[in-house]
């Protein structure tokens, strides 16, 4: 019987690795290949984060496990197949879902989990493109509590800068700084602070504004020159908040916490672009299973869209493989 590897969680990786500007904000702790484009990941969520910090009810934050994701995919491009580190990585869409939240209750200690992954070589026709996915399964002490994926491009920055070209010389202003007072109470989007906000009332109603700091320590650690994937997966987790806990939301209802969620990004999400966010509800979702928000991030046309899951805490319990990733989609 062939035993898998140790991991160790004593340290962190070097942060290029997994293009972060903070040591602070880095979560992978090792890797190992297990062949065949398989792969162990360590890593180490802290008991507390300045954006990513528990619910009330002592559970992590779900998009910590996104950003883990993506953190592995990077550095398993590096790391691993040796893709170097002046390629710029696009991010395509994301798919996660947390199936056991009873498992990643945050402790005395930090929280080390780990990600059983699988890449996936998407496209072949080019040697310096790399298309790629990684799936992976999430295991916090021995128990399966999650499964998420995530699809992106690897490109040199020649091919890069063509595919930004439309752009032309127009400087990267971004169109969210004048509304910043405006913003949504943080305590109404389930953030602690007034800087972590990033939602400000629409033109009209079922209509939002994303409204992120630009200057913010964690959703902008290194200058960009579009919104990033996390930025928007951060609109999405406030806006679905704000629906099921907010203050038009049914009170008398059991609690609720996001258990999954699906973004696909269809073009970029430029930073001097208004960026509306318009909600919608599912339906055929049966209110004892949770409520089901479909949200599609708008500059002009959808650029983003994303469905998120609520479910009452009691009832939180896992789904059926791939019930998430072969739903419906709520896109056009």
């Known amino acids: 019987?062939?035993?898998?590897?140790?991991?160790?969680?004593?340290?962190?990786?070097?942060?290029?690795?997994?293009?972060?500007?903070?040591?602070?904000?880095?979560?992978?702790?090792?890797?190992?290949?297990?062949?065949?484009?398989?792969?162990?990941?360590?890593?180490?969520?802290?008991?507390?984060?300045?954006?990513?910090?528990?619910?009330?009810?002592?559970?992590?934050?779900?998009?910590?496990?996104?950003?883990?994701?993506?953190?592995?995919l990077v550095y398993l491009a590096h790391w691993h197949y040796q893709i170097p580190l002046a390629h710029r990585f696009i991010g395509r869409d994301m798919e996660l879902e947390i199936t056991d939240p009873n498992a990643l209750c945050v402790g005395a200690e930090p929280l080390p989990v780990v990600l059983t992954a699988q890449w996936l070589r998407l496209d072949a026709t080019s040697p310096r493109r790399y298309d790629a996915r990684l799936e992976v399964v999430l295991s916090a002490a021995g128990t399966e509590c999650g499964r998420g994926s995530l699809r992106g491009t690897m490109v040199p920055e020649r091919q890069y800068q063509l595919l930004r070209r439309r752009r032309g010389d127009r400087p990267v202003v971004p169109t969210f700084t004048a509304a910043a007072e405006r913003r949504v109470p943080p305590a109404l989007v389930g953030r602690l602070r007034a800087k972590d906000s990033v939602l400000a009332p629409?033109?009209?109603?079922?209509?939002?504004?994303?409204?992120?700091?630009?200057?913010?320590?964690?959703?902008?650690?290194?200058?960009?020159?579009?919104?990033?994937?996390?930025?928007?997966?951060?609109?999405?987790?406030?806006?679905?908040?704000?629906?099921?806990?907010?203050?038009?939301?049914?009170?008398?209802?059991?609690?609720?916490?996001?258990?999954?969620?699906?973004?696909?990004?269809?073009?970029?999400?430029?930073?001097?672009?208004?960026?509306?966010?318009?909600?919608?509800?599912?339906?055929?979702?049966?209110?004892?299973?949770?409520?089901?928000?479909?949200?599609?991030?708008?500059?002009?046309?959808?650029?983003?869209?994303?469905?998120?899951?609520?479910?009452?805490?009691?009832q939180a319990t896992p789904s059926e493989p791939g019930q998430l990733l072969s739903a419906q989609p709520c896109w056009p």
Do not use: N
Not at 65 to 72: G, K, L, M, N, P
Not at 220 to 247: I, K, N, S
Not at 267 to 274: K, T
């Open 202 to 314: 629409g033109a009209s109603t079922g209509e939002w504004l994303l409204q992120a700091d630009p200057t913010h320590a964690v959703l902008f650690d290194h200058a960009t020159d579009h919104l990033p994937l996390m930025v928007l997966l951060e609109g999405f987790r406030q806006l679905g908040h704000l629906m099921v806990h907010g203050a038009d939301s049914q009170g008398g209802q059991p609690p609720q916490i996001l258990t999954a969620l699906a973004a696909e990004c269809r073009v970029w999400a430029e930073l001097d672009e208004p960026t509306r966010l318009l909600v919608r509800e599912d339906s055929r979702i049966h209110e004892s299973a949770g409520r089901r928000l479909c949200i599609d991030a708008v500059q002009q046309d959808t650029v983003v869209a994303s469905r998120m899951i609520w479910r009452p805490l009691e």
């Open 1 to 72: 019987m062939k035993l898998e590897p140790e991991l160790s969680f004593q340290r962190t990786i070097p942060r290029q690795l997994v293009h972060r500007a903070a040591v602070a904000e880095v979560f992978i702790t090792d890797a190992a290949a297990l062949g065949d484009d398989h792969f162990l990941v360590g890593a180490q969520w802290p008991r507390d984060h300045a954006l990513y910090h528990p619910d009330a009810y002592g559970r992590t934050d779900p998009l910590l496990f996104a950003e883990t994701i993506r953190q592995s």
